[in-house]
């Protein structure tokens, strides 16, 4: 990818993928709090309400309370905040919908408990985040006020007997001058909120979550609409301010504007004298800071830092080139000023006064409807054109070049201070001052007072958002993360025993001689390796849909807390509950085989980030002797982005189709990779993979297990025995642990049916048996 910055220089980037994808899943125990499985304390609140809540998890998030006492700790407090606290303790986040009441008793109530330390903190940020949207609707709010004093300035109100209102502008110039000055002054008041709004948003989006982003710009959306009124009712109110104004009036307003109109101009002059000054020293003292800077820098020559000189130097010519433009663009039109008031100030003042009635005449007559007409069209534009995506593309133009404007100021606020002050002075404002001072515009006099007002006038751009204190952070950056797999690796308050069976077929085949068949041995005859792993009932049911089915099932598995697993490595399916309890899995060290069997698990038990980590981490395996294999698998359990690798790098390698492993592929998965070679679109529809034919056969032979209670048994006798049977001694364990449970009265055949469409799992075999019912 090559970036350019408005020709000044290029940038050639290229991406560099990561070693493993982040889990973004948020690692909270809310479920847990929310349905009090396996809880072994209750905390009762001041109302009566109890909690039922975990030691397991509440040491896990604060170690250093004793929540096995009695009575637990925080047992009596308001239900309101012992509510917040176990929501921080089970998500490590505060609950939506806080209150800053609620929040400052959270404080007050637990500030000092040990292990709560980060919730204090956590509920103070949110104590002095709250303030953030306020802030941006106070901004707004006073730029409404502004607007609403201009044109209270300018309406009439009072209405005598006559037609004519008592308080028309026209007919007192002392009067008009003083509300002209006064609505400037408010303009001006507006306009610096509305810069610290621009430069608030500017600093903060690079912080906010994008939905607080766009719940801001909506915001000023709906209340742009607000100031299009409002600036219309100015409009109005002044253009019915000059309907009432008598020719013969003309000259007695002349007479009172032009002395007052002297004295803006003169000011003006030094205001833009005194900033165009500032302008040329800005730009020299650009330069000599950057011929300082390059000297300092000479002795530097790794590649890395003449990379980064040539990037300053390309970035410090752009922005020479902006100050030189607005240097130019700002003297083109401080010389037509100059020129226009020196013109102003030669005519006699008959002449002068010659000039001003003549514009207020034409205000009347013809500016003022055409603004008001111009308002109107504005105002529809923006109702039909500026949609969303418009509007924000704008305000966050409009913020970003405001803010940069702001940055500059401050970067040359010294020199700049002369006109600054001069700007003060003609405004006259305290409010105006105190937008400047927020802005870091204007100098103290006293080193201490600068050190304050430094602090506050960029407190607000400190503030990080209040929703992202109400989010739970990912298991990467979760301490209850780390402090639930330190739990697993010491064996720990454990409640539960995972039993993994392997079994090896040791010996030679043992024939029956009578009928001439190989006799079966049974899983007793066998040579069996047993091992267990110690876990946590509530962890494993709050981070696994299918281990919180199987111990909450009311089977075996939830009566002897124990679930048996066969087919696994036990170190395999130990790296499989680290991910569980930790939320994360370093794949770096992993050997293929283990990722595929991990792939396994995490389809078989549901665990559906561990199963990206995986298909990410299997596709950098990819390769010739991998290629078709992993395709298999990928397809079986439905993994679509290892399937996609896989395809990508067979179409790369074609040769692949003419080895023995493509033939030895069943016939729809050849039938797909031809078609997606051939740039074809092979739907699931026409071309489904083994994992949607082996669930459809195994929902038509439970529906033929429910159907046959009526038929004989020999129907059933035959189904079983088309099906193919791969340990016929786990079958019979399996029949036999089934039997135990649901008696002597169903047939071995429809019990056989049931462990097979089960894959030999006791548990779901008897859910399907329970449901054919």
Not at 209 to 216: A, C, G, K, T
Not at 307 to 312: D, S, W
Not at 387 to 405: G, H, I, N, Q
Not at 647 to 655: A, G
Request: hydrophobic share 35%.
């Amino acid at each position: 990818m090559l970036l350019t910055c408005e020709r000044c220089c290029m940038l050639q980037c290229q991406k560099i993928s990561e070693e493993d994808p982040e889990v973004l899943e948020q690692y909270t125990y809310t479920e847990a709090l929310d349905q009090g499985y396996f809880h072994d304390v209750a905390i009762k609140a001041d109302t009566g309400k109890i909690f039922k809540v975990h030691s397991v998890i509440l040491s896990m998030t604060a170690p250093g309370l004793a929540w096995t006492s009695t009575p637990p700790p925080l047992s009596g407090l308001k239900e309101d905040i012992l509510e917040t606290v176990l929501h921080y303790l089970y998500t490590e986040c505060l609950p939506k919908g806080l209150s800053e009441e609620t929040a400052r008793d959270c404080i007050k109530v637990v500030g000092k408990l040990p292990g709560l330390e980060n919730f204090t903190q956590i509920c103070q940020s949110f104590l002095k985040n709250t303030a953030l949207k306020q802030q941006i609707v106070s901004l707004i709010a006073d730029m409404h006020a502004c607007a609403d004093r201009i044109v209270d300035l300018f309406k009439c109100r009072q209405r005598g007997n006559t037609m004519v209102p008592d308080d028309v502008l026209s007919h007192n110039p002392a009067k008009l001058c003083y509300v002209m000055k006064q609505a400037l002054r408010e303009g001006a008041i507006a306009f610096s909120k509305y810069m610290i709004l621009c430069d608030l948003f500017a600093r903060r989006s690079g912080e906010l979550p994008r939905e607080e982003r766009h719940d801001i710009i909506k915001y000023t959306k709906t209340r742009f609409h607000i100031f299009i009124k409002q600036l219309h009712e100015f409009f109005d109110a002044f253009k019915t301010q000059l309907s009432y104004k008598e020719p013969e009036q003309d000259d007695e307003i002349a007479t009172y504007f032009l002395p007052e109109l002297e004295v803006s101009l003169s000011m003006l002059t030094k205001f833009v004298e005194d900033f165009k000054s500032a302008l040329d020293t800005a730009i020299s003292k650009n330069i000599s800071d950057k011929e300082k800077a390059e000297k300092t820098e000479k002795h530097k020559k790794d590649v890395k830092d003449v990379l980064g000189k040539t990037l300053k130097h390309a970035l410090h010519i752009r922005e020479l080139k902006k100050l030189k433009y607005i240097h130019d663009t700002a003297s083109g039109k401080f010389e037509f000023f100059l020129d226009k008031a020196g013109r102003f100030n030669r005519k006699s003042v008959h002449e002068r006064k010659s000039l001003i009635s003549s514009f207020l005449q034409t205000l009347k007559d013809r500016e003022a409807p055409l603004i008001i007409q111009r308002v109107e069209q504005f105002a529809f534009m923006i109702e039909e054109k500026w949609k969303w995506k418009e509007w924000k593309y704008l305000f966050k133009l409009t913020s970003s070049k405001m803010a940069w404007t702001v940055s500059k100021l401050c970067s040359y606020r010294h020199t700049l201070q002369p006109a600054i002050n001069e700007l003060i002075e003609i405004v006259n404002k305290e409010e105006f001052t105190n937008s400047l001072s927020m802005l870091g515009l204007t100098s103290e006099t006293k080193e201490s007072s600068t050190k304050e007002e430094s602090k506050k006038s960029t407190k607000y751009a400190k503030l990080s958002s209040v929703e992202s204190l109400c989010i739970s952070p990912n298991a990467r950056d979760s301490l209850t993360a780390k402090r639930a797999l330190d739990l697993f690796k010491k064996k720990q308050k454990t409640d539960m025993v995972f039993e993994i069976i392997i079994i090896h077929d040791t010996g030679d085949t043992v024939i029956d001689h009578t009928h001439g068949d190989p006799i079966e041995k049974t899983e007793s005859d066998r040579d069996t390796d047993h091992y267990e792993i110690p876990a946590h009932c509530v962890i494993l049911a709050t981070r696994c849909r299918w281990f919180q089915r199987a111990l909450l099932s009311g089977m075996r598995e939830s009566i002897d807390k124990k679930i048996t697993i066969h087919d696994t490595n036990p170190e395999v399916f130990n790296l499989f509950l680290e991910f569980v309890y930790g939320g994360n899995l370093d794949t770096s060290h992993s050997s293929p085989e283990q990722l595929t069997e991990l792939l396994t698990l995490a389809d078989r038990y549901e665990v559906d980030t561990l199963k990206s980590v995986c298909e990410h981490a299997l596709g950098k395996h990819v390769n010739n002797e991998t290629a078709l294999y992993l395709f298999s698998m990928a397809d079986q359990l439905q993994a679509k982005a290892l399937k996609e690798q896989t395809v990508s790098y067979i179409q790369k390698h074609p040769v692949l189709m003419e080895g023995e492993l493509y033939i030895e592929l069943p016939q729809n998965l050849k039938n797909e990779i031809q078609a997606l070679t051939n740039g074809e679109d092979s739907s699931d529809q026409e071309t489904p993979n083994v994992g949607d034919i082996e669930d459809m056969i195994h929902k038509v032979d439970l529906a033929a297990g429910t159907l046959s209670g009526s038929t004989s048994s020999s129907s059933t006798t035959s189904s079983v025995s088309d099906l193919r049977i791969e340990d016929p001694a786990r079958l019979e364990a399996c029949v036999h642990q089934m039997k135990e449970i649901v008696g002597d009265d169903v047939s071995d055949e429809d019990l056989m049916l049931h462990v097979i469409s089960a894959d030999y799992d006791v548990s779901r075999a008897i859910n399907f048996y329970f449901s054919s019912l």
